[in-house]
């Protein structure tokens, strides 16, 4: 199932996205996937950890101009803003092949990437090599994929678009481990009805933070507002972050 939601969520005035007097203000599109508890659909409202986070820095640097928040399959956001000037998307863990890729701001929070399987199952994983002994689903161009296609053959993995596929794989057999955010697991089996209790996380693989990516050539002014506020925000608020 293809998850296309827009959320044009947001028309805020943005000062500094002026280049100069008169001139048109940056447009900045904004992206983000279904990764509950962190951003969402909610009775047709984007909502979430992360994107709470995201509109109060948008509110406090001042929008002049209309910035849109947009939920689309993981892969279609990234690589929007792989090649758009003026977009970002949040959610994005920041690993060492990323850094390169885009102008980071962060931590908005913090993933721990691990294997889950069917606890009926009692898949053991002792090494990187028994992982080739199952279908292994991951969302394409997650930093799940990206991990695991290092160790592993692409014919042992099972590709979808969005997490709410691999999660119903999951649950009907048609895959044996899903590669994921461990952290988010309970959530969004939950959101999507299914017992949390019923799946287990059987090989732990790393610890990241989530962060706001922006384009590589995205406008230094508005990557530097959005840092300073989020700063300010880990501060006043205690947020739970990695680094």
């Known amino acids: 199932m293809r998850l296309r939601f827009i959320a044009v969520a947001l ?8 280049v100069a007097s008169g001139q048109e203000p940056v447009k900045l599109r904004i992206f983000t996937e279904s990764y509950p508890p962190y951003n969402y659909m909610e009775h047709g409202r984007l909502i979430g950890l992360s994107t709470d986070i995201i509109v109060e820095i948008i509110e406090r640097i001042g929008m002049k101009d209309s910035t849109t928040i947009e939920l689309e399959p993981w892969a ?25 890729k885009f102008k980071w701001v962060c931590p908005i929070g913090c993933a721990q990437i691990g294997v889950l399987a069917r606890k009926d199952d009692g898949i053991v994983l002792k090494s990187l090599v028994d992982f080739q002994k199952y279908r292994i689903g991951v969302v394409r161009e997650d930093i799940g994929h990206q991990l ?10 099972d590709i979808a678009n969005s997490s709410e596929s691999n999660w119903k794989k999951l649950q009907d057999g048609r895959i044996d481990l899903f590669v994921y955010d461990a952290k988010v697991a309970a959530y969004a089996l939950k959101y999507l009805g299914f017992d949390p209790d019923k799946y287990e996380v059987v090989y732990s693989l790393k610890k990241y933070p989530l962060c706001i990516a922006f384009n590589k050539n995205a406008d230094e002014t508005i990557v530097n507002a959005f840092q300073k506020e989020l700063d300010a925000l880990i501060q006043e608020r205690d947020l739970e972050v990695c680094y």
Do not use: W
Not at 11 to 18: E, G, K, P, Q, Y
Not at 148 to 157: A, C, K
């Open 11 to 18: 028309l805020f005035l943005f000062c500094s996205a002026h």
């Open 76 to 100: 279609r956001g990234y690589n929007e803003v792989l090649n758009s000037k003026n977009a970002a998307i949040y959610g994005t863990v920041q690993s060492p092949g990323r850094m390169d």
């Open 148 to 157: 695991i296609r290092g160790f592993v053959p692409e014919r042992y993995l």
